[in-house]
């Protein structure tokens, strides 16, 4: 399969065609891709159609970035179905109880495949922004293949990747938005050390570049990649493409899924299948 991740910059939108306009014109330059992964907040920039007074308000701008839920996902459903191909859109907020949760929704050529919420918030959407969490890890049975998702900060707790793993996944997706070359590292350790672990492939996908009409995504970091374990079946660093730091646009690369089950079981090392004697470790 061909696989596309984002790095996803942020912009402002008069009104929602624009927005249409600009993932649709993403999707088709994805080259053919069969995966699309956009980032996680990547649908923030939707804050802009309320102005800039609710753009910039924290509270304000979730409520409007929920309240387009239904268009985005319809956009989505037909993107997918027109170009036939898979499509993780931009995560953000929805509103299912008092606190909204970051949910990023999986869509497919039949329609809309289903939804993983962040299981573990940061400091910032804890103290400052007061979005919850969800916990409960999803798989996604897809024409591609098992698929799991890890949103941004939830890459970086082996539990998490590990119970995907055992899951039988052989893909997670990490759409992830950080403000820091710092928080972007240490998504992106966390990506490559589950694909490490779980010998799979994992996808990040980042926003990038600078936003001054909205404090929550003022600055982004990162750098589009893909990852596999180095055990042999794949590039000795792990890296089986990745993208310049900060800059927009697709990082793509085939992908041969049947590698994952040949590392878990002929790898140079074995750590999906010794992950168990890893479990009780004794202090002596």
Same mark, same amino acid.
């Given at each position: 399969?061909?696989?596309?991740?984002?790095?996803?910059?942020?912009? &402002?939108?008069?009104?929602?065609?624009?927005? #249409?306009?600009?993932?649709?014109?993403?999707?088709?330059?994805?080259?053919?891709?069969?995966?699309?992964?956009?980032?996680?907040?990547?649908?923030?920039?939707?804050?802009?159609?309320?102005?800039?007074?609710?753009?910039?308000?924290?509270?304000?701008?979730?409520?409007?970035?929920?309240?387009?839920?239904?268009?985005?996902?319809?956009?989505?459903?037909?993107?997918?179905?027109?170009?036939?191909?898979?499509?993780?859109?931009?995560?953000?907020?929805?509103? =299912?109880?008092?606190?909204?949760?970051?949910?990023?929704?999986?869509?497919?050529?039949?329609?809309?495949?289903?939804?993983?919420?962040?299981?573990?918030?940061?400091?910032?959407?804890?103290?400052? &922004?007061?979005?919850?969490?969800?916990?409960?890890?999803? /798989?996604?049975?897809?024409?591609?293949?098992?698929?799991?998702?890890?949103?941004?900060?939830?890459?970086?707790?082996?539990?998490?990747?590990?119970?995907?793993?055992?899951?039988?996944?052989?893909?997670?997706?990490?759409?992830?938005?950080?403000?820091?070359?710092?928080?972007?590292? #240490?998504?992106?350790?966390?990506?490559?050390?589950?694909?490490?672990?779980?010998?799979?492939?994992?996808?990040?996908?980042?926003?990038? @570049?600078?936003?001054?009409?909205?404090?929550?995504?003022?600055?982004?970091?990162?750098?589009?990649? +893909?990852? @596999?374990?180095?055990?042999?079946?794949?590039? =000795?660093?792990? +890296?089986?493409?990745?993208?310049?730091?900060?800059?927009? @646009? &697709?990082?793509?690369?085939?992908?041969?899924?049947? #590698?994952?089950?040949?590392? #878990?079981?002929?790898?140079? /090392?074995?750590?999906?299948?010794? &992950?168990?004697?890893?479990?009780?470790?004794?202090? +002596?």
């Amino acid at each position: 399969m061909k696989i596309a991740a984002a790095a996803y910059p942020i912009d &402002w939108f008069e009104d929602f065609g624009q927005y #249409r306009a600009k993932i649709t014109r993403w999707v088709e330059d994805a080259q053919g891709a069969d995966l699309l992964v956009f980032p996680e907040y990547g649908a923030m920039e939707l804050a802009s159609l309320g102005g800039r007074a609710v753009a910039g308000d924290l509270e304000a701008s979730l409520h409007e970035v929920a309240r387009h839920r239904d268009r985005v996902a319809a956009l989505h459903e037909d993107l997918a179905r027109r170009h036939g191909c898979h499509i993780l859109g931009a995560s953000g907020p929805v509103f =299912e109880g008092a606190r909204p949760v970051n949910r990023a929704v999986l869509f497919g050529p039949d329609g809309r495949i289903g939804h993983q919420d962040k299981q573990i918030m940061t400091r910032f959407e804890r103290e400052e &922004w007061d979005v919850a969490g969800a916990p409960g890890l999803r /798989v996604f049975d897809t024409a591609l293949g098992r698929i799991g998702i890890l949103i941004c900060y939830d890459s970086e707790f082996p539990l998490l990747g590990r119970l995907l793993a055992e899951a039988e996944v052989e893909l997670i997706l990490v759409p992830s938005c950080t403000d820091t070359v710092a928080g972007f590292s #240490r998504v992106r350790i966390g990506a490559m050390a589950r694909a490490l672990e779980s010998q799979c492939v994992v996808v990040h996908a980042p926003t990038v @570049g600078d936003c001054d009409w909205m404090p929550a995504l003022d600055e982004n970091r990162g750098r589009a990649a +893909i990852y @596999g374990p180095p055990d042999g079946f794949w590039p =000795e660093t792990g +890296i089986i493409a990745e993208g310049g730091m900060d800059r927009p @646009g &697709w990082v793509v690369a085939e992908i041969d899924l049947s #590698r994952v089950e040949q590392s #878990r079981r002929d790898g140079a /090392v074995l750590p999906f299948a010794h &992950w168990p004697e890893s479990r009780a470790p004794k202090l +002596i």
